[in-house]
Structures are given as structure tokens and as C-alpha cells.
């Protein structure tokens, strides 16, 4: 099962967020209006672009992890017939110098110039009239490698010789945080380590540039941050931003930054090259090659506690392998060195967080990053801590949590709504599923299935628990600003707004937004394009709250418009007048209106921006206000383990959450469902494996995604609706938390039934593997 996909789903009785409270508007679950289009296979993707007199690119890439380019011979590769044109760092404006991009840090060349840093680092492009063609011309250019011995393990980047110009560190962030002379009576310790995630998109990347007349280009693109990726394009491309225009086209799904610049920039410099239209559509081993994977992480932990269980101190140490370039990592490891004590009350905390770079693959943006980690870090060292003073691991969690007012080791107050007491106690008390039954016919839900299963003498099954928490929108100062316009004309609405839908359900939102606000039905949701004001990147649920807030705020400045005559008309304020079922009526029944007739013959549009509150940076000491809000979640794993196979099989899942307000409550169903899935592949199967710095298996067969019948049952126990008052509606994220906090439960409950440590994800056979076995 793809990371964009969902698991079925049972949502427990008495659990509903309520009926809908009308056809339409906030908190109905209208459908997304291209899921029949996607369903049926009819949704045109990127890779399904087309343009008159069209060529086909390919990218060599390095066989290498880490080597010195000796030579870069195109000669053979240009005289190909059908060949277009080949382009190398030679043929990026400043000989390739400068140009350099990057989501977090810009820090890495188009094209390898003299050193290759990664497996599959893009060393030159081919455009050719042909797909096999082009294919051909790449293979056929001649490098000279002087391969080099690859940095791979982050502890040893700190001794090695610098990879990058900017040096192997990329953060450092200590984080001190009350007295650092505090003991408890009782201590527990551990080492994990998180493996490498893929955001293993079904569909592949690829996109069309197109070149335009003023000496600019067109790139149509799966961009889920069209607006930076425009201004990385063109500082590469040497254009102003104004001649390079990004035209977001069929975005399958995201969960981490859907198209890499890596992929768009050959593109673009191919089109201006040729002055034709040049389109790239990556193969799997590409897609794997070329895009940014999560973290790998080392973390060292030790917890502080006294005789009861409560925390005293929490001490760790955070390692994240950033791969060959910055990226995001800096990102990643503010959440990671601010979440490391998780959602519990700790008095005391001091925690090393370090970026690091390697000759690894590139890690950056995926969904929970920094926070999946260091979750299913502190949550061994809960079960460490319980089995240590044989208690209950949920009890000793709930002697802990963290409720608003509280403050978190960064020195931040929680002033959001913090129910975490109140979600452990949802999955602790959701009812137990029945142990499985010792018969043929039940065989197939065994560990292993029916052909892998083993003896059903050796299952065992465990109960674990996770509690993760996550931010909202960016952090540490970041500028979240959104622009959205709403138009209306004859009675139907148009809201133009550069927020990109993949799949969070933004498309659907602006919708119910504009009919609940002006009382239309029909509402149209333009295009993105960079010809629209930016709306950011579609991650952390910026465009709930960000572009959700500016078009909730241009549809009641359109309200006022519509309102202000009619108020002026009868002697009253527009507060006076209420939209309710497409009507227009005032407080004591006067006027009484349909909405399309005040609008006849209007055309009638707003334009607004949406800014949260800002933050700031952690300073020297990990100490600050650094994040907009938080969101959290409980959940409750329920294994059954083959401790003489290690194969386990996880039964299921019952998800409490803090959700804000349900906005859309099938949408919200299907992106917990989504996250959950996502972590359960993060558990038990997905590893992107790099011996010696090589992407082993790069392709859907060697590295394993989750099936359907991988999918355990997924109880959405209860969802929490405490609003928060500086979120527009209310509503918090609610993708990303699941997706950090389902690894650690999966991990627990493994712990539970073998009783072994479990100090690494994917949680491996053999850690699931009892020698001594004992019933």
C-alpha cells in the first residue's frame, strides 16, 4: 500500500463528530471532486503532458556514493541522431557556480561539477526526440570517476573531512532546561536507531517545460511549493522570478515535498536550450534516487524518574543523518531536540540534537519529521521505566502527560488545547478484540499469512501504547503567510488561491468555507499558477489554517459587500443580516431574501491574507517560543508475534486524537487512517537499505510497502473537539501526528508480547524472536 493510500477504517460507536449540519459548509463530508476522476483513472497527471513538437529527457546519474569527477565526455551522446542537446554543470549559467538550490539550506548544484556526493547525484541531461533515445544519449556520456571511500555513519562525519564546502555540520542545538544536578531514584536508559522512510509515491515524478517567447520558460510540475520552487528555478536558470512560471499540474498525493527541484531544473534548462517543449517522466529507480527520504536517526536516551513513576530528568542525545545536503534538516531537528521528552511533564531536560552531513542519499521533508524519531525513542524509555518498576506502561504514562499550561522543555508554554490525559484514557479503555482462534480457517491472520505462517503455539500477543505530538505550520520565525481572492459572478464563486491540494483536503475546505460564508452552492477552485500571490508549501496542514484563514476572511469581506446595500436599504447594520440556506434574512424577519437574487447582475470579489502569530528561533540554549501550535494523539496497538519466526502481524490500532473541530468528518477520517497506515509501514516493513552508501533494491519490489492485507483495524476511538482560539475554525492538524505516534505504539505492543527490547525501526525479525520462549 502506497504512503498516499488509506487502510479500511471502523470508527467505534458513540465516536461520530455528529451529523452534518446541512448539505454543505463547515463540518459536512463532501466528497473530493476529483476522486471519481482518480478512481476511474481518468485524473490527468503530470505524466499523462503533452505538447506540440515535444522532446524527452533523461539524467545520468553517479553509479558512486562518493567520488572525484575526473572528466565529463558528451561528444558521443551529442552525435547520437535524434540527440538534441546534452547539457552539464558547463551549461548552467556561471559554469554552474552559485546555482545552487535547496528547500531548507541551497547547497547543492544542479549537476555534479568536480565531486559526486550521493548515489544517483545528476551529472548531466539529454533531450532527444525519443524516450529511448534520450535514455541511450545519457548512458553514452563518459565520466571519469576517481571514486572516493564514502562517509556513511553520522557519528564518524564529525572526524572526517569536510563533503561539502559548507562543512559535515549542519545544526547543532543544545537544549538546557532546569537543573542539570537532578537525579531520580530510578533510572533507565536505551539506544535506537530510526531507519530510512520513503515517501514511495505511487505515481512517479515528472513534468513539461515549455520555453516562452520573452526568453523565459513554463515548467508544469507536481509542486507542493510552487512559488519556491519558481524562485529556486530561476536563481539556477539566471532569469528574474517573473520570466519562470510554475503551473502545478496533477498532484496524485503528498506526504513529504512532492517533486524535487532536482527533477524540474534539467528541465527547464533543456527547454531553454532547444527552445522546445522537453518533458521528463522518472523511473522508479530515479524516483528513489532523487528525492528526499526521512531521517535516519541514532538516539541515546536516558530517563530520570522517582519512586512513583513521574519524571525527574530526561537526558538525550539526537543524531540525524542529513545525507549529502542540508535540505530540510534543520527543520527536522528543531522539532526532534523540542519534542524529545515527548507530551509529559519534565522538569528537567538537556538534549544534544546534531544534522550531519554524509555520503548518504539526501533526507529532508516527510511527514512528522523530527517528531516520528525521537517518539519511538521516549516511548521505549516509558516501557523501560514501567517494566523497571513494575508498573502498568499506561499508568506510568498517565502520572506524566502534559495538559495546557504546562511548559515544554523548550521553555514554551502550552496555551493550546493539550488533552492528553483524556485521549491515553480513550485507547486505554476502548474494548480488547478477541484473542485469535487455534483453526484452519483462521490460518491466513496468523504472523506470516497462510503460507508463512508458523506454529500457532508460538503467538503471542502484546498491548502497547503511543503518545506523539507534532507543530502546526513552520517554525522558529518562519514568515506563514497566505493570499487568497474570492470572486463572485452570477451566483458562482471562485476562489483563486496558490494553495496546492495534495490530497489534505484543501480544495474541499475553500468550498465549504465560501457556501457556508456567502450561501452559494456552486463553488470553482482556480488553477495554481505562480501568476497567483504565494500561499506556501502545503505541509504541517499550513492551508487549514494559513490558506483556509485568508479565504474564510476575502469571503466575509465578499458577505459585506453582498450584505451592505441591503442593510443600508432597510436602516441596519450587516451584523443584523444572517446567510443561512441560501437566504438572506435580518434578526426580526423584515427583509427576507434568496442569496442568488442579491447577487443578480453583481460581480462582487475580495482579496485577503491570513498570518499567525509569529515565533521565534531557539537560542543558544534550546529555549524559546518557537512553534504556532500543537496537536496530539493517543494509540493503542494491539500485535500478535511469532517469537520462534519474528514475524508479527499487527491485529489493531484504536486512535484518539486532538482534532480542533472537525471540519470535513470523512475527509478527517480518511487522512487519520492515511497516517496511521503510514506508520505502520515505518514499524514493521520500510527501510530504504545504503551499504556503503548505495540505494539497495531501488524499485516497489525491493523496498516493502505495507498491502491492504498488511492493514490491521482502525478504531477511531474518539476524536476531541477543543478548539483552538488562534486557529481559524479551530482545527489543528491532524495527518502528521498519527504517522508519528503509530511506530512507537507498534513497537510497544512488540515489546509487550516478547519482551524484548525492540530498540529499532523497522523492528527486524530477530528482534522479535524469543530463544527461551516462555508461555
Given amino acids: 500500500m502506497s504512503n498516499e493510500a488509506t487502510a479500511m477504517v471502523t470508527t467505534s460507536a458513540g465516536t461520530e463528530p455528529g451529523p452534518d449540519p446541512s448539505p454543505h459548509g463547515i463540518g459536512s463530508s463532501l466528497p473530493s471532486p476529483d476522486a471519481r476522476a482518480k478512481t476511474e483513472g481518468t485524473f490527468p497527471y503530470a505524466a499523462d503532458l503533452w505538447a506540440e513538437g515535444l522532446l524527452w529527457a533523461a539524467v545520468l546519474r553517479s553509479p558512486h556514493a562518493h567520488a572525484r569527477i575526473v572528466s565529463i565526455d558528451a561528444s558521443h551522446a551529442r552525435a547520437m541522431p535524434g540527440v538534441r542537446a546534452v547539457i552539464t554543470h558547463e551549461d548552467v549559467p556561471g559554469n554552474g557556480i552559485g546555482a ?21 547525484e545528476p551529472i548531466a541531461a539529454v533531450a532527444a526526440d525519443h524516450p529511448d533515445t534520450a535514455r541511450m544519449a545519457a548512458a553514452a556520456v563518459i565520466v ?29 542545538i543544545p537544549l538546557r532546561h532546569g537543573d542539570p544536578e537532578a537525579t531520580g531514584a530510578v533510572v533507565v536508559e536505551g539506544v535506537y536507531r530510526v531507519g530510512r522512510q520513503d515517501p514511495a509515491p505511487i505515481g512517479a515524478e515528472a513534468g513539461l517545460a515549455v520555453p516562452r517567447p520573452d526568453g523565459g520558460v513554463e515548467l508544469y510540475v507536481a509542486s507542493t511549493d510552487p512559488h519556491g520552487d519558481r524562485d529556486l528555478a530561476a536563481a539556477c536558470y539566471g532569469l528574474d522570478p517573473e520570466r519562470v512560471k510554475i503551473v502545478v499540474t496533477g498532484v496524485p498525493g503528498a506526504t513529504a515535498d512532492r517533486d524535487d527541484p532536482g527533477f524540474q531544473l534539467p528541465l527547464g534548462l533543456l527547454a531553454l536550450k532547444t527552445g522546445c517543449p522537453v518533458k521528463l517522466t522518472a523511473t522508479r529507480e530515479e524516483s528513489f534516487l532523487g528525492h528526499s527520504h526521512r531521517h535516519p536517526t541514532l538516539l541515546r536516551y536516558r530517563h530520570h524518574a522517582d519512586a512513583e513513576g513521574r519524571l525527574v530528568k530526561v537526558e538525550a542525545q539526537v543524531l540525524l543523518d542529513a545525507g549529502a545536503y542540508a535540505d530540510t534538516s534543520s527543520e527536522a531537528l528543531a522539532a526532534a531536540v523540542a519534542f ?70 523548550t521553555g514554551q508554554a502550552v496555551t493550546c488545547p493539550a488533552p492528553v490525559a483524556e485521549l491515553l484514557t480513550a485507547v486505554r479503555d476502548f474494548p480488547l478484540p478477541a484473542l485469535p482462534k487455534d483453526t484452519p480457517e483462521d490460518e491466513w491472520l496468523l504472523p506470516g499469512g497462510l503460507e508463512g505462517a508458523g506454529e500457532p503455539s508460538a503467538i503471542r500477543r502484546g498491548v502497547g501504547y503511543g503518545l506523539g505530538m507534532v507543530h502546526m505550520l513552520g517554525a522558529e520565525g ?75 476572511r476575502a469571503a466575509k469581506m465578499v458577505r459585506t459587500q453582498l450584505l451592505q446595500p441591503l442593510a443600508h436599504k432597510f436602516g441596519m447594520s450587516t451584523e443584523l443580516l444572517q446567510i443561512t440556506d441560501g437566504k438572506i434574512t435580518s434578526y426580526d424577519g423584515v427583509l427576507s431574501t434568496t442569496v442568488s437574487e442579491a447577487l443578480e447582475g453583481k460581480e462582487l470579489w475580495a482579496t485577503a491574507q491570513c498570518r499567525p502569530h509569529p515565533t521565534e528561533p531557539l537560542d543558544e540554549n534550546g529555549q524559546g517560543d518557537a512553534f ?4 496530539f494523539c493517543a494509540i493503542r496497538a494491539i500485535v500478535d508475534v511469532d517469537i520462534e519466526l519474528g514475524s508479527v502481524r499487527v491485529v489493531e490500532l484504536a486512535v484518539a486524537q486532538d482534532v480542533g473541530r472537525v471540519l470535513n468528518p470523512a475527509q478527517l477520517r480518511a487522512r487519520i487512517e492515511a497516517g496511521v497506515t503510514q506508520g505502520l509501514g515505518a514499524a514493521l516493513t520500510e527501510n530504504l537499505r545504503t551499504p556503503r552508501g548505495l540505494v539497495r533494491h531501488p524499485d516497489l519490489t525491493g523496498y516493502a510497502l505495507p498491502t491492504a492485507l498488511d492493514a490491521p483495524d482502525i478504531h477511531i476511538v474518539t476524536l476531541i473537539e477543543e478548539r483552538d482560539v488562534v486557529a481559524p475554525f479551530g482545527a489543528k492538524a491532524v495527518s502528521a501526528v498519527p504517522v508519528v505516534t503509530s511506530p512507537a505504539a507498534i513497537a510497544s505492543a512488540v515489546r509487550a508480547a516478547t519482551g524484548r527490547p525492540v530498540a529499532r525501526l523497522p523492528i527486524r525479525p530477530q528482534a522479535a524472536v524469543v530463544t527461551t520462549p516462555t508461555a
Fill in 100 to 120: 545552487v538550490y535547496g528547500r531548507g539550506v541551497r547547497d547543492r548544484p544542479v549537476f555534479a561539477s568536480e565531486v559526486v556526493r550521493h548515489h544517483g
Fill in 340 to 409: 524529545a521528552c515527548g507530551p509529559y511533564v519534565v522538569p528537567n531536560a538537556f538534549v544534544e540534537g546534531w544534522a550531519v552531513r554524509t555520503n548518504n542519499p539526501p533526507s529532508g521533508h516527510v511527514r512528522g519529521e523530527g517528531a516520528l524519531q525521537v517518539c519511538a525513542a521516549y516511548e521505549a524509555q516509558m516501557d523501560k521505566l514501567a517494566r523497571k518498576l513494575g508498573a502498568d506502561p499506561a499508568e506510568v504514562r498517565m502520572r506524566n502527560v502534559l495538559a495546557t499550561g504546562d511548559v515544554l522543555p
Fill in 628 to 631: 504556532v501550535g500543537l496537536a
Fill in 144 to 172: 571519469e570517476y576517481e571514486v572516493q571511500e564514502p562517509v556513511t555513519d553520522p557519528e564518524k562525519a564529525f572526524s572526517a573531512e569536510p563533503l561539502h564546502p559548507d562543512g559535515n555540520l549542519i545544526r547543532h
Fill in 478 to 552: 518562519t514568515d506563514e503567510v497566505s493570499t487568497a481572492t474570492v470572486k463572485v459572478h452570477d451566483g458562482v464563486a471562485t476562489v483563486i488561491c496558490a494553495a496546492v491540494e495534495t490530497g489534505q483536503g484543501f480544495g474541499m475546505l475553500a468550498r465549504q468555507i465560501v457556501q457556508e460564508t456567502l450561501g452559494v452552492d456552486e463553488v470553482h477552485i482556480a488553477p495554481v499558477d505562480t501568476d497567483q500571490p504565494s500561499a506556501g508549501a502545503a505541509c504541517r496542514s499550513r492551508h487549514t489554517w494559513v490558506s483556509g484563514g485568508a479565504v474564510e
